[in-house]
């Protein structure tokens, strides 16, 4: 059996770690800057209002993000007025009664915050609530940071006018960066903003199909019940755990066999093309790390790196022939560089972890919880180890498996 492969978190991150490191330092819990290539991952952003507490010149930046936080929640009606409302469309309405059989499920089942958020509803008029710029080196998957007051370094900047994100994007690609920029459906204020009326529904998700709708809640609320500065993968992957299992218990207790069927599908898809983004992922992150000038030129690299690129569009033509031709991936795959794959790791790679955490602590949320959160007292690598630590399988000498 691996070594500790029973102890809780606390077990394993105050006896077996400090033996193989040393003892670490508790992590402070508003350091400045560290490595959210984050919610989003969804792919989804963050986005923190709270930015003018910050002495940093970039207030160009902070005040767009400022202004367009502002119009989204002036924009923002209760629930129960656009129930009330006879002007509101039968089709919108029973979404919206939808959401908040969600949000109380959230609350009951799910034991995520009971506040303000996802209780009020916005139309954008647009179909993204902000635009993600994601950049990383022509020989790298380190993604670029930029750092923020509260919500420490993470991996994107965002933009609440599209044409600020292009310009951005411009920007770093004469930089020499490849460049990554997409929509996001919602992001989330960490709960900062529940005095104001907490994060709304929006016209960008809230006709998601019915798995995808309680996922995208459950993942933001999640960054309610935790958010560790300059740590992304473990926030984005935390949330997305619980998106995912959250989804799930839904549509068991809740969904119709249609509704479990569909999400079912979309899924497995999913769990495919994560698995070859994954794969593609560490070839390329292989052939960065063991063939860097001056043993190899730039040229050789970009061979190498251009050959692991073909092979994935490859794979990707024969995954879409086997779905029946869907493409819900295409745009996504005809973007692919760098940037796009290390983002995209922010929301995969410790998810099997938490999902394994979860596991242990008996299915039950508030032990899972408590479990992150004592984990989320450690430091990042050791955080890390230990995710990878309890997916890895466990077997005794001389036991047979049938």
């Known amino acids: 059996m691996?070594?500790?492969?029973d102890l809780s978190v606390r077990q394993y991150t105050n006896v077996i770690l400090p033996q193989r490191q040393g003892s670490a330092r508790r992590c402070t819990a508003m350091k400045r800057c560290s490595d959210l290539a984050g919610k989003l991952l969804r792919p989804m952003g963050l986005l923190l209002v709270?930015?003018?507490?910050?002495?940093?010149?970039?207030?160009?930046?902070?005040?767009?993000?400022i202004r367009g936080h502002a119009r989204l929640m002036q924009a923002a009606r209760p629930v129960d007025e656009w129930l009330a409302d006879t002007a509101t469309p039968p089709a919108l309405r029973a979404r919206l009664q939808l959401t908040q059989s969600m949000r109380r499920f959230s609350v009951t089942d799910l034991h995520l915050p009971d506040n303000a958020s996802y209780q009020r509803y916005s139309q954008l008029q647009r179909s993204y609530a902000v635009w993600n710029v994601v950049a990383a080196p022509e020989f790298s998957l380190t993604l670029k940071t930029w750092c923020f007051p509260v919500a420490g370094c993470v991996g994107y900047r965002g933009y609440f006018d599209e044409a600020d994100a292009r310009a951005l994007a411009d920007v770093l690609r004469t930089q020499?960066?490849?460049?990554r920029m997409y929509g996001v459906p919602a992001y989330s204020t960490l709960g900062w903003m529940n005095w104001a009326g907490g994060d709304p529904l929006l016209n960008t998700f809230v006709n998601?199909?019915?798995?995808?709708?309680?996922?995208?809640?459950f993942h933001e609320l999640a960054h309610q019940v935790l958010y560790v500065p300059d740590d992304t993968l473990f926030n984005e992957s935390f949330a997305t755990a619980v998106e995912r299992l959250g989804a799930q218990f839904w549509l068991e207790r809740h969904g119709s066999a249609q509704a479990r069927q569909a999400h079912a599908l979309v899924?497995?898809?999913?769990?495919?093309?994560?698995a070859l983004t994954r794969h593609t992922r560490e070839r390329l992150a292989a052939i960065y790390m063991?063939?860097?000038?001056?043993?190899?030129?730039?040229?050789?690299?970009?061979?190498?790196?251009?050959?692991?690129?073909?092979e994935f569009r490859k794979a990707y033509a024969e995954l879409k022939a086997s779905w029946g031709g869907y493409g819900g991936f295409d745009a996504w795959v005809a973007q692919a560089n760098n940037a796009a794959f290390a983002a995209v790791a922010a929301y995969d790679d410790l998810v099997p972890g938490f999902e394994a955490l979860f596991a242990r602590e008996g299915r039950d949320w508030p032990?899972?919880?408590?479990?992150?959160?004592?984990?989320?007292?450690?430091?990042?690598?050791?955080?890390r180890e230990y995710l990878q630590h309890i997916t890895q399988p466990t077997s005794d000498s001389g036991t047979s498996h049938g």
């Open 290 to 310: 063991e063939n860097q000038p001056p043993s190899h030129t730039a040229e050789s690299m970009t061979a190498m790196k251009n050959d692991v690129m073909q």
């Open 50 to 65: 709270v930015v003018l507490l910050s002495g940093c010149a970039d207030m160009a930046y902070y005040w767009q993000s």
């Open 267 to 274: 899924e497995a898809r999913r769990a495919q093309f994560r």
């Open 367 to 383: 032990r899972f919880y408590d479990a992150v959160r004592q984990l989320a007292d450690h430091p990042a690598a050791q955080r």
């Open 208 to 217: 998601f199909p019915e798995g995808q709708l309680a996922g995208l809640m």
């Open 2 to 5: 691996s070594p500790g492969a």
């Open 176 to 179: 020499g960066l490849e460049v």
